[in-house]
Nanobody, 127 residues
């Protein structure tokens, strides 16, 4: 049984930092690329960042470039999202997701291309 569990969400002030973690189990980590998505009430889930199964390729949505960093800890099957200089517009539920590395022809931000999802962790940034 595959499980993805996010943690690290919190309430922070603008300009603050957080590191989100995604713990995976039941997944052959080497076969999956990982993504972080976020969603606010009434809006669709949007891609924030992506990292390939090898960790050699990563992508970010423009609004977080230079502020967020995605990384893998393969030995522990963990995925991190380090977030700095957080702004109120970063407030959202953040989700970790996994897709087969063979899905690389689909845009990394396409939520439907991801096979497994976590339950989410809430990030709230106050102004």
């Amino acid at each position: 049984q595959v499980q993805l569990v996010e943690s690290g969400g919190d309430l922070v002030q603008a300009g603050g930092s957080l590191r989100l973690s995604c713990t995976t189990s039941g997944l052959n980590f080497a076969d999956y690329a990982m993504g972080w998505f976020r969603q606010t009430p009434g809006k669709e889930r949007k891609g924030v960042s992506y990292i390939s199964s090898s960790g050699g390729v990563s992508y970010y949505v423009d609004s977080v470039k230079g502020r967020f960093t995605i990384s893998l800890y393969n030995a522990k099957k963990l995925v991190y999202l380090a977030m700095t200089n957080l702004q109120p517009e970063d407030t959202a539920m953040y989700y970790c997701a996994a897709r087969l590395k063979t899905a690389y022809l689909s845009p990394w931000s396409q939520a439907g291309s991801y096979k497994f999802w976590g339950q989410g962790t809430q990030v709230t940034v106050s102004s």
